[in-house]
């Protein structure tokens, strides 16, 4: 897999962030995050993106295309940032620095590579319930990377079986899947006292409590 991330981030060093290629990438982002897949069109997405409806057709055949390669466009850069943020951890038979280990996995979920304005949590949560075959395929074979996470945190907790691992690390990604809605509702019970906007606080109060998860009891 080293290779396929090796290949598209080179294919990419020199792609024009204005190109046609791109901006159907992103306008595919954004409609399919606010709509889901079978609220957008081509039509919307060549509209979105400022474009010919054909050059759809041209760069990517069909919209289900569209959208895979916009998947497999963002999968990557995440894929790149958790080689680069767990490398340290893989050379470990046993990961003795537990919360190093649960902030460099959640950075990897929680700080997704994003492009700034676009909503690329909510274009793969929205697409992680849709029906469409190809894409159901895609994220199956994207889970083999959770799973490589539940082996090493029984590195970090090898008492735990694995089952107990899955479930823990079910629970830590929960975490992870805060919404604008959730950052509204958090203004209002606390009067505007706590600011959504500020993500290192957020993401310290969610690691802290990765660490209650993982630490807790073998079941």
Same mark, same amino acid.
Request: net charge negative; charged share 25%; with cysteine.
């Given at each position: 897999?080293?290779?396929?991330?090796?290949?598209?981030?080179?294919?990419?060093?020199?792609?024009?962030?204005?190109?046609?290629?791109?901006?159907?990438?992103?306008?595919?982002?954004?409609?399919?995050?606010?709509?889901?897949?079978?609220?957008?069109?081509?039509?919307?997405?060549?509209?979105?993106?400022?474009?010919?409806?054909?050059?759809?057709?041209?760069?990517?055949?069909?919209?289900?295309?569209?959208?895979?390669?916009?998947?497999?466009? @963002?999968?990557?850069?995440?894929?790149?940032?958790?080689?680069?943020?767990?490398?340290?951890?893989?050379?470990?038979?046993?990961?003795?620095?537990?919360?190093?280990?649960?902030?460099?996995?959640?950075?990897?979920?929680?700080?997704?590579?994003?492009?700034?304005?676009?909503?690329?949590?909510?274009?793969?949560?929205?697409?992680?319930?849709?029906?469409? /075959?190809e894409i159901?395929?895609?994220?199956?074979?994207?889970?083999?990377?959770?799973?490589?996470?539940?082996?090493?945190?029984?590195?970090?907790? /090898?008492?735990?079986?694995?089952?107990?691992?899955c479930w823990r690390y079910?629970?830590?990604?929960?975490?992870?899947?805060?919404?604008?809605?959730?950052?509204?509702?958090?203004?209002?019970?606390?009067?505007? @006292?706590?600011?959504?906007?500020?993500?290192?606080?957020?993401?310290?109060?969610?690691?802290?409590?990765?660490?209650?998860?993982?630490?807790?009891?073998?079941?």
């Amino acid at each position: 897999m080293t290779s396929h991330v090796d290949s598209f981030i080179a294919a990419n060093k020199n792609e024009d962030p204005n190109g046609t290629r791109m901006r159907l990438m992103l306008a595919t982002e954004r409609l399919v995050a606010a709509r889901g897949f079978d609220g957008v069109s081509v039509r919307d997405i060549a509209a979105e993106a400022d474009a010919n409806l054909s050059a759809i057709s041209y760069h990517f055949v069909s919209k289900t295309r569209l959208v895979l390669e916009t998947l497999d466009w @963002r999968g990557i850069q995440g894929l790149a940032m958790r080689e680069w943020q767990l490398a340290p951890f893989e050379a470990q038979d046993r990961i003795d620095d537990v919360r190093g280990l649960l902030r460099a996995i959640l950075e990897c979920h929680f700080k997704r590579p994003s492009s700034p304005g676009q909503p690329t949590n909510m274009f793969f949560l929205r697409l992680l319930m849709d029906a469409t /075959p190809e894409i159901g395929d895609f994220f199956r074979e994207a889970s083999i990377w959770f799973r490589h996470d539940v082996f090493l945190l029984q590195r970090a907790r /090898p008492e735990i079986s694995f089952e107990d691992a899955c479930w823990r690390y079910y629970a830590i990604m929960g975490l992870t899947h805060l919404s604008d809605f959730d950052g509204e509702r958090l203004k209002a019970w606390s009067d505007g @006292r706590c600011d959504p906007g500020d993500r290192d606080h957020a993401f310290d109060l969610i690691v802290d409590s990765a660490m209650a998860i993982l630490m807790m009891p073998p079941r």
